[in-house]
């Protein structure tokens, strides 16, 4: 670049600065020094300058920790908080416990919360407001007085703190209005099945996760079954029974329900059995063919009774009696224990094939079903081997064979208790019956209360069990459908059995 293109850029430079006029000074300063190297002295910024940056790059790292300080207790949820009555309704809770969001996730949660708008209230004037509004919808009364809580939240402590706050304030509210509560509190933390199973149903994690804890327990029911019921019938169903993580203060309401004592009376009456005879008895509710049902077991007069009473109604819809020395279960205790120490299905199909010396592959259509027969859990298993059927009954926890039962043209053999069946079937050419079929008939019918042009699709098949010849009745009447074993000697009701037709 040459002397003149430098003059030139030199000028351009300066001409927009206001100062005084030293361009001629600086062109023929570099005019004298044209060739020689000039060295510049780098001079430092002054402490002033230094501390004003410094300072404001305080500020400014302050202002952004602030401002995310500020968002995170404002407006970052840190807890969600369930309540399941039968509405069920999520909160999203401020590090501050605010409100940031109310969820209803059914109707009846839209119609407690109405017109409310909780957004930004503290946690306990919104808690106030949903319960009020659940007790003057009617959803919490003395009938059903029950209600679950649920808190999500990463800080365990944190979590069990709100579970207990939680639980004591609602209790004080719910036992202040007319009845006494009954609070089922959990801390529950994020689970995948879980969010799938409340996404799945429509129902809170919360429930969810109360719904596999009673499954713990009592794997006899269905997680779909058990997704209709409101918490205070799921209150009922745990009433008494270990079920982990879950805290419960009060109790279930069941004065919707006849009571434990009419049941009672309605079984002994159907049965015609009085009270001072019976030795054993045990009624619990539970929950059967979509309906809660009070389950009444007793023994009176050498004959075990079960019957299953609709709860609402006091209707009877099923009845089993059957004659023995002695009641099965002397001890009243229903508990079900954790299915990790039942046998397992494999086992308990491993000692039937064992017991009835077949192979798995001798065998076909087989089935294995849980159920409680007498208060124990055992499983039903039947199959065939090729003529002969087989049906057996086996103890869920000790692996102990309760019945086996085998069938072949009629031919059966049936023993009780014990493991070993080495015995041949037995012959019916060898029993001998004093009463005929018409008189079993009539028998059946008269511990039925009904006469033969009430009932229908009536049969009977004569049989021998123990080498005592058995007659097996099956009819129909109204809804029900009845089954009898009768004594072909005595005329005595080995069996009777009677259920909802299906």
């Not at 430098?6 to 361009?23: L, N």
């Not at 059914?106 to 930004?120: E, H, P, Q, S």
Request: some cysteine; overall charge negative; charged content about 25%.
């Amino acid at each position: 670049m040459n002397n003149r293109e430098v003059e030139k850029k030199i000028k351009k430079a300066y001409s927009q600065i206001t100062a005084p006029d030293i361009i001629d000074s600086i062109l023929s300063d570099c005019e004298t020094q044209k060739g020689n190297v000039v060295m510049m002295e780098k001079k430092n910024k002054t402490p002033l300058f230094k501390g004003l940056a410094l300072a404001a790059m305080v500020l400014v790292v302050a202002a952004g920790i602030f401002g995310f300080s500020y968002y995170e207790m404002n407006y970052k949820a840190v807890s969600t908080i369930a309540f399941d009555v039968n509405p069920s309704i999520e909160m999203k809770v401020n590090e501050q416990d605010r409100i940031l969001e109310v969820i209803p996730l059914n109707d009846d949660a839209t119609t407690v919360i109405g017109d409310m708008d909780l957004k930004g209230s503290d946690l306990d004037v919104a808690v106030n407001a949903l319960i009020g509004s659940m007790i003057r919808n009617g959803y919490l009364s003395d009938l059903a007085n029950s209600i679950l809580i649920s808190v999500e939240n990463n800080d365990p402590e944190r979590a069990a703190q709100l579970q207990q706050q939680l639980s004591d304030e609602i209790s004080q509210l719910i036992s202040t209005n007319n009845f006494d509560g009954a609070v089922l509190s959990q801390s529950i933390t994020d689970d995948q099945e879980l969010r799938t199973l409340a996404k799945e149903y429509g129902i809170t994690m919360g429930k969810a996760q109360l719904i596999q804890q009673v499954l713990s327990v009592n794997p006899l029911y269905t997680f779909d079954n058990l997704s209709k019921l409101t918490i205070n019938e799921l209150n009922l169903l745990i009433n008494g029974q270990n079920v982990s993580n879950v805290t419960s203060t009060g109790s279930a309401s069941d004065k919707n329900y006849v009571g434990k004592d009419k049941a009672k009376q309605i079984a002994l009456e159907h049965a015609n059995v009085s009270e001072s005879s019976v030795s054993y008895c045990d009624i619990h509710l539970d929950y059967e063919m979509g309906t809660m049902v009070y389950e009444v077991e007793f023994y009176a007069n050498g004959t075990e009774y079960d019957y299953d009473i609709n709860a609402l109604t006091g209707d009877v819809l099923h009845v089993e009696s059957e004659q023995k020395s002695s009641p099965s279960q002397a001890t009243g205790e229903t508990n079900i224990p954790s299915n990790s120490s039942y046998i397992g299905e494999a086992k308990a199909k491993q000692i039937v094939l064992e017991n009835a010396g077949v192979t798995e592959n001798d065998i076909s259509n087989y089935w294995i079903e849980m159920d409680r027969d007498d208060g124990n859990i055992i499983y039903e298993i039947e199959f065939y081997a090729g003529s002969t059927e087989y049906d057996y009954e086996i103890n869920a926890l000790s692996g102990e064979i309760i019945k086996s039962e085998r069938d072949q043209e009629n031919d059966h053999y049936y023993s009780s208790g014990s493991s070993n069946n080495s015995s041949s079937s037995s012959n019916t050419s060898q029993s001998t019956s004093s009463i005929t079929a018409d008189q079993a008939k009539q028998i059946a019918l008269n511990h039925a209360s009904l006469s033969a042009d009430q009932i229908s699709g009536y049969e009977v098949e004569r049989d021998s069990e123990n080498g005592i010849v058995v007659y097996e009745i099956d009819f129909r009447s109204g809804n029900y459908e009845y089954e009898y074993e009768i004594n072909g000697t005595t005329g005595a009701i080995i069996k009777s059995k009677k259920d909802i037709d299906d």
